[in-house]
T-cell receptor
């Protein structure tokens, strides 16, 4: 059974603090994604990673950076979080860039 | 890049009737069109998809139609049940090059409410 995990599931941070969101998958998928979901805006792509240390900006990369040092793990980092980064963040993975994306359970981030 | 428009944003239907959601896209190179269902507090889950070498695909009560000429695709749910109530997203992905490779562009979603 294909599985994408995310940690933490819920997070409250103060403005200006650093945030680390973790994503893992046990399927040796090459490609991984970070999205944010806001009401009325659907899913917006933040970053894509095609493999270890092979990352590419998505549609809304500003204010975010990513790290992928192992194929199974993809991290999203917010340096100095802002209140407008309050959102639900989803990680996804796919075996190849043309295939179905499988989503993790999401991380609900509140920045005060 | 790609832009995907999805309508309607809210859809209310009676139980056992059909529901239709329509999406349009801009990039003629897009060749993969998945549909996701998302229940409250849950992650999006793939329910059906279609590739550009097909015009129609059906999985049980779900039908997807693709009109490449019009750059339009649609999801039809037949014999709706209250359990079909959820948010539905369409998406489009193409070959692309560079930054477009492997990118799924999502519509803004449709909230479907099936009333008993």
């Amino acid at each position: 059974d294909m599985k994408v995990t995310q940690m933490p599931r819920y997070l409250i941070k103060r403005m200006g603090e650093n945030v680390l969101l973790e994503c893992g998958q046990d399927m040796s998928h090459e490609t991984m994604y970070w999205y944010r979901q806001d009401p009325g805006l659907g899913l917006q792509l933040i970053y894509i990673s095609y493999d270890v240390d092979s990352n590419s900006e998505g549609d809304i990369p500003k204010g975010y950076r990513v790290s992928r040092k192992k194929r199974e793990h993809f991290s999203l980092i917010l340096d100095s979080a802002k209140t407008n980064q309050t959102s639900v963040y989803f990680c996804a993975s796919t075996p190849g860039h043309k295939d179905t994306q499988y989503f993790g359970p999401g991380t609900r981030l509140l920045v005060l | 890049g790609e832009q995907v428009e999805q309508l309607p944003s809210i859809l209310r239907v009676q139980e056992r009737s059909s529901a239709s959601i329509n999406c349009t896209y801009e990039n003629s190179a897009s060749n993969y069109f998945p549909w996701y269902k998302q229940e409250p507090g849950e992650n999006p889950k793939l329910i059906i998809d279609i590739r550009s070498n097909m015009e129609r695909k059906q999985i049980q009560g779900l039908i997807v139609l693709l009109d490449k000429k019009a750059k339009r695709f649609s999801l039809h749910i037949t014999d709706t049940q209250p359990a079909d109530s959820a948010m539905y997203f369409c998406a489009a992905s193409g070959e692309g090059t560079g930054a477009n490779t492997g990118k799924l562009t999502f519509g803004h979603g449709t909230i479907l409410r099936v009333h008993p």
